[in-house]
């Protein structure tokens, strides 16, 4: 099993910055795939970025690709997320999340979400 846990996050201006961490315990060496994930009010969960560590590689939602900064180093925890140029439609609930090594599809383990608010 693999325990998340997200920090940081709060208020900014538009045009801002804000920093997520993802703090990751338990079993971490099963894990290949680590991720952002959003729930905006009212509307269905998004993907926001993920790192996989075969791949040596980073992944972006279209809405933050260019904007967001997944990143992670070999010992797979903390993850951060760098969200830069922040607009008022980034304000959800953010979520991390890990998925097991040698599996696609479904994350297996999940944060409990935290807030990220941006004005105008």
């Known amino acids: 099993q693999v325990q998340l846990a997200e920090s940081g996050g709060g208020s900014a201006k538009s045009g801002g910055s804000l920093r997520l961490s993802c703090a990751a315990t338990?079993?971490?060496?099963?894990?290949?795939?680590m991720g952002w994930f959003r729930q905006p009010p009212g509307q269905e969960r998004e993907f926001v970025a993920a790192?996989?560590?075969?791949?040596?590689?980073?992944y972006y939602g279209d809405r933050v690709r260019g904007r967001f900064t997944i990143s992670g180093d070999s010992a797979k925890t903390p993850v951060y997320l760098q969200m830069d140029s922040v607009k008022p439609e980034d304000t959800a609930i953010y979520y991390c999340?890990?998925?097991?090594?040698?599996?696609?599809?479904?994350?297996?383990?999940w944060g409990q979400g935290l807030q990220v608010t941006v004005s105008s």
């Open positions: 999340a890990a998925r097991r090594a040698n599996k696609q599809g479904a994350f297996d383990y």
């Open positions: 790192i996989s560590w075969s791949a040596r590689d980073t």
């Open positions: 338990g079993l971490i060496d099963s894990i290949d795939v």
